[in-house]
């Protein structure tokens, strides 16, 4: 974390004399302004300047701003439209993140030592990298073009114009949402609302959190829609899986609907064909792939035998090729595992290369007369980046642009991309998918479960066991099991054993040290069982019995401590004061935490002593909480591989780290996905973004058996059991998400 972030040691004693407030204020000079908090005002104008907000919970927001002549930093944050709490001269808060009205603006500064300090840091871009202001918010001038940046914590994420200019594309098409959650149509049209659920999830966002002004997410909307929208075309069945896989949904089990059997019903067998045109045949590839189905290999075959003598693809197998087309096919061909280098794809790049104007951008058929436009554009970017080409190779520029330089050139300052001249949505919609760098299919967190839920069935042995290391591997199963959305007790064996049937049988001998006993009740919990007189024994008094309240540990290592943390709190077991500053006390001086306190901090350690921390968090500590969150989320961001994973023990990315890291995320409502993850640096910073997080980088590691690799190979049960609660974005304990779990409740 940069150090510009907090109160120096050597600031803190030369100000020692001064009072609280007066310290801090003249301290944090980058966040200050001299202006009274005032309502947010309607602004338009001429010019136009980017406003980047990362939350405390890493969430990044980017808003256009528009103003005639030049405002102040603090008047374009307020023009943003986000929530403010000004107070005592300083920012104090912005939507949920930082101080309330009724604390002083600086709550997150601890005296004595006033470490840590977090507060509303005030950055600018200079255009390779954020630095803070030499002045207030307040008394800065803002420009045309120019960017500003406030966060809570954590570095703000390198920024590009790209980047930019799909958020404020996303920021228009806000406007037009329906009360339904949909958009097209007044009654809403499925096809226009795939198409903006695409382009959040390009950015990173939730489509379950893209909501209109009525509360009705896009996802409602598509509830609503898909049933009647998926009997029109092979077209429409496969973009509703796409959409579907997006949102994290499941294409087999989506508003009653089985996508991947519908798909059955527009297969001509004989031919491989899927309706009649190669939009029907692209989008069903698409789809099933989505869906993490294979699709037939003659569907495939067909597909690259329909390309013309120039490379190209047209709408129809016998029309001229056209560059919408070949970018959609390519994106197809590349999902179904087509190489790089097959000829297929080689070929069409060239058409590809054939068509492209000298502005950089592409035009639907240059033979046709036609001048480039955003929809094709953005469709032969995502087809070039399918195809493991990139949109800044030299060959992708020609006079000097590019076709993301061309795209930015169509956007308003409003935010729109234009077609013909004038703004519009479709063009909007398809654009920011290709400026965030992200062709299709997007991987589903709702598939993964489900692929891995039917792998874990059958690792379960004939004692009502799972496959692995013994007991803790059995409690892995279940807490997976449950993260998941299955119930642990359904899994029944071969010999009609249980998982508890087996534990039963283990609990005794197991529940020796303090880890054993807090994980083994955290699974008991899990698997709806009475904790307190499970096998004879009381798991929370086996837990306890492991505490010294002078020093305030449970036994010796991390894990001994985090997991009796977890399982106590799972359990509903108040965990002492002493239990949780011993915990802290263990983390190393960057933040993270090793098996022990003085080992090498790792992904693993690290995540499960976060996820005790959430579960002993109380509401009044936000501040103190937030601070150890980022110091240890921080961490994490150290820890990411270029592919996106976290790093385990080996140095690579590990399925099992990137599992438990994200466990760790989840704990704290941290988003896994978007900007703030990119692994694209200042040194590196190119307008060819391409946003890989730890969960895209762990869904990518997922078999088609449904397995994650590890220790045993490509399917490594221990791995999985790991991965699918992180995967799910579910933490430990399972009663902080589900309090039905403790039968407590129920009495």
């Known amino acids: 974390m940069r150090r510009a972030f907090f109160v120096t040691q050597e ?57 005639d002549g030049t405002i102040s930093g603090l008047e374009a944050l307020r023009r943003t439209g986000l929530t403010l709490v000004e107070k005592n001269n300083g920012v104090c808060r912005i939507e949920d993140t930082g101080c309330s009205a009724e604390e002083e603006c600086f709550c997150g500064c601890e005296p004595p030592n006033y470490e840590p300090c977090l507060f509303w840091s005030y950055q600018r871009w200079d255009g390779t990298s954020w630095k803070s202001s030499a002045q207030g918010a307040g008394l800065t001038t803002v420009s045309d073009g120019d960017i500003e940046g406030w966060t809570w914590g954590y570095d703000l994420p390198p920024i590009t114009d790209a980047l930019l200019g799909a958020h404020s594309g996303m920021q228009w098409l806000k406007q037009f949402q329906n009360a339904n959650g949909s958009y097209g149509s007044s009654n809403g049209n499925a096809g226009a ?246 062709p299709f299919p997007f991987a589903s967190t709702g598939v993964a479960k489900r692929l891995g839920l039917r792998y874990i069935a059958t690792q379960q042995q004939a004692d009502g066991s799972f496959a692995g290391f013994g007991v803790g591997s059995t409690i892995d199963a279940i807490l997976a099991i449950d993260a998941a959305g299955g119930v642990p007790q359904n899994f029944v064996s071969s010999a009609g054993k249980r998982p508890l049937d087996y534990l039963a049988t283990k609990a005794a001998n197991y529940a020796t040290s303090a880890a054993a006993s807090g994980k083994l009740l955290a699974g008991i919990v899990a698997a709806d069982a009475e904790p307190r007189n499970f096998a004879k024994l009381n798991l929370v008094i086996s837990t306890t019995v492991h505490y010294n309240p002078s020093t305030g540990a449970y036994g010796t290592s ?109 704990a704290f409502q941290h988003p896994a996905r978007g900007p703030s993850w990119s692994s694209v640096t200042s040194a590196t910073l190119t307008n060819d973004l391409r946003i890989l997080t730890p969960l895209d980088g762990l869904l990518a590691m997922q078999t088609a058996q449904g397995g994650f690799p590890g220790f045993s190979g490509p399917n490594d049960p221990d791995s999985t059991y790991q991965v699918l609660a992180g995967m799910a974005g579910r933490a430990y304990p399972a009663s902080r998400q589900s309090l039905v779990f403790l039968p407590i409740t129920r009495r």
Request: proline share 4%; net charge negative; aromatic share 6%.
């Open 558 to 666: 991390v894990y001994d401590q985090a997991w009796a943390i977890i399982g106590l709190s799972a359990a509903g077991h108040t965990v002492p004061d002493a239990a949780v500053a011993r915990l802290l006390a263990m983390r190393a001086s960057n933040g993270g935490w090793g098996f022990t306190a003085g080992d090498t901090p790792d992904v693993d350690s690290t995540s499960i002593a976060l996820q005790a921390l959430a579960a002993t968090t109380k509401p009044d500590t936000a501040c103190t909480a937030s601070a150890d969150t980022i110091k240890g989320i921080t961490f994490l961001r150290a820890n990411t591989h270029p592919d996106g994973g976290f790093l385990g023990y080996g140095g690579s990315a590990s399925a099992a780290s990137t599992g438990q890291g994200l466990q760790a995320l989840a």
């Open 11 to 67: 600031t803190i004693m030369n100000l020692q004399r001064v009072q609280y407030l007066t310290l801090i204020t003249l301290i944090i000079c980058t966040s200050l302004f001299w202006h009274t908090p005032g309502q947010l005002r309607a602004a338009t104008g001429s010019n136009s300047a980017h406003v980047v907000v990362q939350l405390g919970n890493g969430e990044l927001l980017v808003r256009r701003v528009t103003f």
């Open 193 to 438: 609302t795939i198409d903006t659920l695409l382009a959040y999830r390009a950015l990173g966002g939730n489509p379950h959190d893209w909501r209109s002004t009525n509360g009705a997410s896009l996802t409602d909307a598509l509830t609503s829609l898909a049933p009647s929208y998926a009997t029109s075309s092979a077209a429409a069945v496969g973009k509703l899986m796409l959409g579907i896989a997006a949102a994290d949904g499941d294409p087999r089990n989506f508003a009653k609907l089985d996508l991947v059997i519908s798909a059955t019903t527009h297969l001509d067998s004989s031919s491989g064909a899927y309706g009649t045109s190669n939009w029907d045949q692209a989008f069903m590839i698409l789809g099933l792939r989505a869906s993490r189905e294979t699709p037939p290999a003659q569907a495939v075959t067909l597909l690259k035998t329909r390309a013309n003598a120039d490379g190209g693809w047209g709408f129809m197998p016998a029309d001229q090729s056209d560059v919408d087309s070949t970018g959609l096919v390519l994106q197809a061909l590349a999902s179904a595992g087509v190489p790089h280098t097959d000829a297929v794809i080689t070929k069409a790049l060239d058409y590809l290369d054939s068509q492209q104007s000298n502005d950089g951008g592409f035009p639907y058929r240059a033979e046709a007369g036609n001048t480039s436009n955003a929809n094709s554009t953005a469709l032969a970017i995502q087809g070039i980046l399918a195809s493991g080409s990139s949109v800044n190779d030299a060959r992708w520029q020609p006079s000097a642009t590019t076709p993301i330089s061309y795209l930015l050139d169509l956007q308003t300052p409003a935010g729109a991309f234009t077609y013909g001249g004038a703004a519009n949505a479709f063009a909007t919609q398809q654009s920011i998918p290709a400026l965030a760098g992200q």
